[in-house]
């Protein structure tokens, strides 16, 4: 990613990146797929055709960086001879997502990670993010030893996980936080899209209401509910 503005600004603070309009969506996926093989064209037209038959999950691939993760999808999905993706709602969306976060950390994480480690993964990244919405629901960004302490308080309840010499760096791998800025430990971390965080807690959260009952967050939800910052958390938990 870019550590400045790719271009010449006054303020690197008015720099935003635009949501596509569905022109650009389509010459996007379009160009995603693009190859002599009429086949791999095909598939982009059946994608697009699906993205946009979904008005919900054709809104929310108007950000340019979900719509490549999306593209990226079924692109893996075509070479693997598996169906293409049908997203109908937000949330399969992110779990499609988060599934390839999961098995591209597991390609490339040293030691390569076992079977149990490979299930409990986005439930330890859920319990990371559940604690950072917690501290503040409002931040984009937190400073390394913040969430080194959350990976450090989510470690212990994930035993199978405890032999993992470095899962902040765990999560870095999967692509689910990145840093904001160069690489360095002063720079702080973000998810790499903000509704990947929110989709996180309010995974924790379920989980706790399956295992523990509903009652043991109601109070909790129903005093959030009502911030604006909770807004998609609460969105993602319905």
Known sequence: GYIRSPIEVAYENDLKVLAFD???????????????????LAIGQE??????????VR??????????????????????????????RRVELYETFLKNAVAQWAER??????????????????????????KDARRTLWDEHVVAQAVNDARERYHALNNRP???GDLCTAGLLVPAGPDTPDTPLMFTHRSF??????CALAQKANTKGWET?????????????WQEVIVFLS
């Open 217 to 229: 967050i109601a109070d909790f939800v129903d005093k959030k509910a009502w911030l604006p910052e």
């Open 109 to 134: 994480a040293e030691p390569r990670p076992s079977r149990e480690q490979r299930g409990l993964f986005l439930s330890f990244a859920a319990d990371v993010a559940g604690q950072l919405w917690q």
């Open 59 to 88: 809104y929310v691939l108007r950000c340019p960086l979900l719509l490549r993760l999306a593209c990226q999808a079924a692109d893996e999905a075509w070479q693997n001879n598996r169906t293409l993706p049908r997203w109908e």
């Open 166 to 168: 470095d899962l902040f």
């Open 47 to 56: 994608l697009w055709r699906r993205i946009s038959s979904q008005a919900n």
């Open 22 to 40: 569905e022109g650009q969506m389509e010459r996007a996926v379009m160009a995603w797929f693009a190859d002599e093989e009429s086949s791999r």
């Open 197 to 202: 965080g929110e989709y996180l807690t309010a």
